[in-house]
């Protein structure tokens, strides 16, 4: 099996540490999977899609705004003061 060398933050490593019993390479191993699983699926759909990337980003750009909305409303005490 080829090996793989990961950098982590100073801070990430001591947490790390704080749970020697985890097989981190393996906790590794599946979250690589995972991300590549979503991008083949992501890439599945693109292949197939008839959205212009003009189109996406006005979507995504919709979609962003709407989340903003929402957040305000359930959260308005982040807001306090803002105009």
């Known amino acids: 099996m080829p090996t793989l060398t990961l950098s982590v933050p100073e801070e990430l490593k001591k947490e790390m540490d704080a749970f020697e019993y985890m097989n981190w390479s393996a906790i590794a191993r599946g979250a690589i999977r995972e991300k590549i699983d979503q991008l083949k699926i992501l890439q599945s759909i693109a292949a197939t899609s008839k959205l212009t990337e003009k189109d996406a980003l006005e979507i995504g750009r919709k979609i962003r ?15 306090a003061g803002i105009k």
């Open 65 to 79: 705004h709407s989340l903003h909305e929402r957040y305000k409303r359930e959260h308005p005490e982040s807001y």
